[in-house]
């Protein structure tokens, strides 16, 4: 139980162009999903929480403009990639929890984006 | 601040070999404690938390971890690693309503 599926796995887009990345919830509802952010050989860094119908919280430094997130469902949230830039090559990571809060994370295959 | 340290960035083991890798995190109260691993390309498997309780716990593949309040560690262990076990390691803490990871060690092992 408790899997999470993120859609694409991989893909490369042109600097300038939008792309949007799928995080889901397979076996449960997600009260509360989590986008993450890991650069090469580095940690993850959480760029925002969203809770289902609200808008997402984003943490410092993280332009909102830029990622855009959506949850719409309790199964489904998205990060949309606004104007890519070569500098938003990354591995996103989702992770889902069927708590308001941190405490029971499930964390998705993470997304591979590289923006030529 | 709120931190996570893994002092080792990168450890090497025999396999067969014990293993113990260091996380110590700065927290007043009783933290929530985590050790997710990450293979190349891949999502976060959880391997064990702590959230109370008895401070030695058990996790999954033959991990176990231990919470030491007096040195803010919470250190994991295996007693006997298998080259399947290369991988990077993630320590993390609940600050508030965000999980937040340490740099991670990367564990390689040679037959």
């Known amino acids: 139980g408790a899997v999470v599926s993120q859609h694409p796995s991989r893909v490369i887009c042109k600097s300038g162009t939008s792309v949007k990345i799928e995080c889901r919830s397979l076996?449960?509802?997600?009260?509360?999903m989590f986008w993450y952010r890991q650069f090469p050989k580095k940690s993850l860094m959480l760029m925002a929480t969203?809770?289902?119908?609200?808008?997402?919280?984003?943490e410092q430094g993280v332009e909102k403009d830029k990622f855009l997130i959506n949850h719409a469902s309790l199964t489904l949230s998205t990060l949309t990639v606004t104007s890519a830039h070569p500098e938003d090559s990354s591995f996103y990571i989702c992770?889902?929890?069927?708590?308001?809060?941190?405490?029971?994370?499930?964390f998705g295959p993470g997304t591979r984006l590289t923006v030529t | 601040a709120q931190s996570v340290t893994q002092p080792d960035i990168h450890i090497t083991v025999s396999e067969g070999a014990s293993l113990e890798l260091r996380c110590n995190y700065s927290?007043?109260?009783?933290?929530?404690l985590f050790w997710y691993v990450q293979s190349p390309g891949q999502g976060l498997q959880l391997l064990l938390k702590?959230?109370?309780?008895?401070?030695l716990v058990q996790g999954i593949k033959g991990f176990e971890a231990e919470f030491k309040r007096s040195q803010s560690s919470f250190n994991l262990r295996k007693p006997s690693v298998h080259w399947s076990d290369a991988a990077e390691y993630f320590c993390?803490?609940?600050?508030?309503?965000?999980?937040?990871f340490g740099a991670g060690t990367i564990l390689r092992v040679k037959s």
């Open positions: 076996d449960f509802q997600a009260t509360t």
């Open positions: 992770s889902a929890s069927p708590l308001a809060g941190a405490y029971e994370q499930y």
């Open positions: 927290y007043g109260a009783t933290p929530y």
């Open positions: 993390a803490v609940v600050y508030g309503n965000k999980l937040v």
């Open positions: 969203s809770n289902e119908g609200s808008k997402a919280t984003y």
């Open positions: 702590y959230f109370s309780g008895d401070t």
